[in-house]
Nanobody, 127 residues
Framework: QVQLVESGGGLVQAGGSLRLTCAASGRTFSSGTMGWFRQAPGKEREFVVTISRGGMRTYYADSVKGRFTASRDSAKNTVYLQMTSLKPEDTAVYYC????????????????????WGQGTQVTVSS
């Protein structure tokens, strides 16, 4: 059974930093794609970042570009999301997602393109 478990969320002041971790078990995604999404209250789940096989390529939503950095450790089947310069509008439940799909040219930014999801971790940024 595939499991994705996020951790590292919490309450932080604006301008602060947090590091999210997503550990996968039950299947290795070293050859596939992983991503982070987030969902604020009353809003749809939105794309944050996608990170390809081996972490060779990353693509960020404009809203987080330059502030968030995603990385992955294929040996540990784990992905990370380092978030800096956090803003109140970053407040959301953050979800890790995975798929065995991989493309050298296509970027997986849609929720429907991911097959496995974590339970989410709450990030709250106070002003």
């Amino acid at each position: 059974q595939v499991q994705l478990v996020e951790s590292g969320g919490g309450l932080v002041q604006a301008g602060g930093s947090l590091r999210l971790t997503c550990a996968a078990s039950g299947r290795t995604f070293s050859s596939g794609t992983m991503g982070w999404f987030r969902q604020a209250p009353g809003k749809e789940r939105e794309f944050v970042v996608t990170i390809s096989r081996g972490g060779m390529r990353t693509y960020y939503a404009d809203s987080v570009k330059g502030r968030f950095t995603a990385s992955r450790d294929s040996a540990k089947n784990t992905v990370y999301l380092q978030m800096t310069s956090l803003k109140p509008e970053d407040t959301a439940v953050y979800y890790c997602a995975a798929t065995e799909r991989y493309s050298a040219t296509y970027l997986y930014t849609r929720t429907g393109e991911y097959d496995y999801w974590g339970q989410g971790t709450q990030v709250t940024v106070s002003s």
